[in-house]
């Protein structure tokens, strides 16, 4: 392995006191804004709204939405199969599950979209937003072809067969009124009478759903027992794995990752989502790793230098691993930090979530992790070399065997 330092010598364990005001001082600050300042802003997934999904005939400018639409979110939607679908699914905040709300939902977007297009110029009605009863409606008053008697019934059918074409075949977006001309039934007249008195719009809304307060509620909830069901099983593995008091320090330093990171988001007003959860457990399992590696590293020195004090150990497991975290974590917090500039706002708010929750996180294992263990040795008298001071009446059983030293794996 690469090693960037040749043996350091860093006294971790006597630093560990800034560590832990550092810690308090970052905790304070982050809760005191959620508690009392602006709080914890949660996305559209857990507070409830509605999603407008809207298809463009062109690629649309997502940032002159923004602007337009304002207190809302927009995300982009592409596949593998289709990547270039110019569709876009727009948050909008709003409280009610009925009709009213969605059709409030739909009006605001209408209004804004409108507005950055410059549709509402256009004295003609826009064929994408079209009904089978009005289309119905308009060809029978126009009647191309001069049916007379029957025109409602043949309309009505000619009516709903365009607007099923638009919709399945076109995505709900036509570019040219030509392709209507595919049709069954429709002929050169009723095309003509279409083309003559609609104007094709630079997009449809396809679809209003709306997220209610108790689906946000649940999933707020669901959240949360997911981040505890991650550290409690950890906490079994780790436990297992060292010993107790290992896996306790080990939980408690990324639970402590967590809440720093929840703190900088209501600090910088970024929203919480499903995609920032899934950051936060991709944080503790990044954290938990780092930690698992300095512990293991504790574990082989405890056999080897068993008659050194405990927060020398310690020192030294940390100074041996130095070199792997810094390549590990400099990486990879490399990586998230080009995301979080160049990956554009739908990934913000997941991306910033990784870039603190690194810098923590390999923070906190060494900071917080081991000086926790080592605080509970001294606590428990067990800070001193084995075999000597306060541990000395347990030299008869063996160092192995003395709480808070990591027994060798064979005798365990």
Same mark, same amino acid.
């Given at each position: ?376 040795? =001294? ?32 005798? =365990?």
């Amino acid at each position: 392995m690469i090693e960037l330092f040749k043996q350091p010598n860093i006294d971790w364990m006597g630093k560990a006191k800034y560590f832990f005001a550092l810690s308090g001082i970052l905790l304070l600050a982050g809760w005191t804004s959620i508690l009392f300042g602006s709080g914890i802003r949660y996305g559209i997934d857990f507070k409830g709204g509605t999603n407008v999904d809207v298809r463009f005939s062109q690629p649309p400018n997502v940032d002159k939405l923004r602007s337009r639409l304002g207190n809302t979110e927009i995300q982009s939607i592409s596949d593998i199969a289709n990547p270039n679908s110019n569709e876009v699914v727009i948050f909008v905040d709003g409280k009610g599950q009925d009709e009213s709300a969605r059709q409030s939902s739909r009006e605001r977007v209408l209004g804004a979209l409108d507005a950055a297009y410059g549709v509402s110029e256009s004295n003609k009605p826009d064929f994408h937003r079209a009904t089978p009863t009005s289309l119905a409606a308009f060809l029978t008053e126009k009647d191309p072809l001069i049916l007379s008697v029957t025109a409602a019934d043949r309309y009505q059918q000619i009516a709903k067969k365009l607007l099923d074409y638009r919709d399945k075949n076109a995505n709900g977006v036509l570019t040219n009124f030509d392709e209507l001309s595919k049709v069954d039934g429709v002929t050169a007249p009723v095309l003509a009478a279409i083309k003559n008195n609609y104007v094709l719009g630079p997009f449809a809304i396809r679809n209003v759903e709306i997220v209610g307060p108790k689906v946000g509620a649940e999933l707020r909830k669901q959240a949360i027992f997911v981040t505890l069901y991650a550290l409690g099983g950890m906490l079994v593995y780790i436990a297992f794995r060292f010993e107790w008091v290992y896996g306790a320090a080990a939980v408690l330093a990324v639970f402590h990752d967590v809440l720093i990171t929840l703190g900088f988001f209501s600090l910088l007003h970024f929203e919480i989502s499903l995609t920032v959860i899934a950051a936060l457990l991709t944080l503790v399992g990044y954290s938990m790793n780092d930690t698992i590696v300095i512990f293991d590293r504790i574990r082989e020195n405890n056999r080897l230098l068993r008659k050194e004090p405990f927060a020398d150990v310690v020192n030294k497991s940390i100074n041996q691993t130095l070199s792997r975290t810094i390549l590990t974590s400099g990486l990879t917090f490399l990586t998230v930090l080009v995301l979080f500039l160049m990956g554009g706002q739908v990934l913000r708010a997941f991306s910033f979530a990784l870039v603190v929750g690194i810098v923590v996180g390999t923070y906190s294992s060494f900071g917080i992790a081991a000086p926790l263990v080592v605080a509970w040795n =001294r606590w428990r008298g067990q800070g001193v070399a084995a075999g000597a001071g306060p541990a000395a009446g347990n030299k008869a059983r063996g160092s192995e065997n003395v709480p808070g030293r990591l027994a060798p794996a064979g005798r =365990r």
